[in-house]
């Protein structure tokens, strides 16, 4: 039955994961996974093609996972976009404090995954929801990418900050100020 296999396979994403996060994407060895994964390198051939494979498709189901709460977030369009941008920091960081390596994989580890449809997905939906702000006058007229650009940046720096030691986790107690600096640097009233 497929149901060892599929947790075998399983295993082996989450301890590429776990790896990749710390040693990057580049510095993982598939020995380094395969060891940590406690099974051989043979075995983990037999469920991925390549260290690249393995690699992707551990990043695409990350981001999967990131995306699904956000499109019901956004599905709920009723709240004022400082709520809305707060309520996608929120989930972000819930994110991180529950999978830090998952996290740290996907957003804050160098590396040149093939993009795709499931990985450029969030960028898609923000940048979206920037343009809508934009055309119903709530958001400054700009670049939607550049905002993006912006946003994440105030955003992201909280988990590298965690991951290096400098700030205390969890990632969620920084939401407020967070929100804050998006509300500051956007010049956005303070309605959420």
């Not at 039955?1 to 990057?24: F, H």
């Not at 380094?32 to 075995?43: D, N, W």
């Not at 995306?67 to 707060?86: G, M, V």
């Amino acid at each position: 039955m497929t149901t060892g296999r599929k947790n075998r396979r399983g295993e082996i994403v989450d301890a590429t994961i776990r790896v990749a996060a710390k040693q990057g994407v580049s510095g993982a060895s598939i020995r380094q996974i395969a060891s940590e994964a406690g099974v051989t390198e043979g075995a983990l051939y037999r469920h991925f093609d390549s260290k690249d494979d393995l690699c992707q498709q551990a990043y695409q189901q990350i981001v999967a996972d990131m995306a699904e709460e956000k499109e019901q977030l956004l599905q709920l369009r009723a709240a004022s976009l400082q709520q809305l941008l707060r309520n996608w920091i929120r989930l972000s960081f819930e994110y991180y404090d529950r999978y830090p390596e998952a996290f740290t994989y996907v957003l804050l580890t160098p590396y040149d995954f093939t993009e795709s449809d499931i990985t450029m997905r969030q960028g898609r939906m923000f940048s979206k929801l920037i343009a809508d702000a934009i055309q119903a006058g709530e958001f400054p007229d700009m670049d939607p990418v550049i905002a993006m650009s912006h946003f994440s940046g105030l955003m992201l720096n909280i988990p590298r900050l965690i991951n290096e030691g400098t700030l205390a986790p969890p990632a969620l107690q920084y939401v407020d100020t967070v929100s804050m600096a998006v509300q500051g640097v956007f010049g956005l009233a303070n309605n959420g």
